[in-house]
Nanobody, 121 residues
Framework: QVQLMESGGGLVQAGGSLRLSCAAS????????MGWYRQAPGRQRDMVAR???????NYADSVKGRFSIFRDNSKNTLYLQMTSLKPEDTAVYSC???????????????WGQGTQVTVSS
């Protein structure tokens, strides 16, 4: 079983910064792509940023230049550095990881529980 635990959310003023972390634990062979998604009240969950095992990144247009995704493979941890935060960034942020639990087994996507980020104006 694989668990993902997010941390680092909270309340911040517009223009401020936060860093989210997502630590993977459990028994697995490898982690492929990882990503951050967010869901605001009454809206669908949207991709914020994704990163491949080799470091290739992809960002939503709304966060380009403000957010940075990176990972520490030695710690099985994913990060999201958020700067110049805006009230419209307010949402529950969740991480996911595409995990291969044993060699030759299909990759399975796991999700964390989510962490609230609130940006006040």
């Amino acid at each position: 079983q694989v668990q993902l635990m997010e941390s680092g959310g909270g309340l911040v003023q517009a223009g401020g910064s936060l860093r989210l972390s997502c630590a993977a634990s459990g028994s697995f062979f490898s982690i492929n792509d990882m990503g951050w998604y967010r869901q605001a009240p009454g809206r669908q969950r949207d991709m914020v940023a994704r990163i491949g095992s080799g470091g290739t990144t992809n960002y939503a247009d709304s966060v380009k230049g403000r957010f940075s995704i990176f990972r520490d493979n030695s710690k099985n941890t994913l990060y999201l550095q958020m700067t110049s935060l805006k009230p419209e960034d307010t949402a529950v942020y969740s991480c996911n990881a595409d995990v291969r639990t044993i060699p030759d087994r299909n990759v399975v996507r796991y999700w964390g529980q989510g962490t609230q980020v609130t940006v006040s104006s």
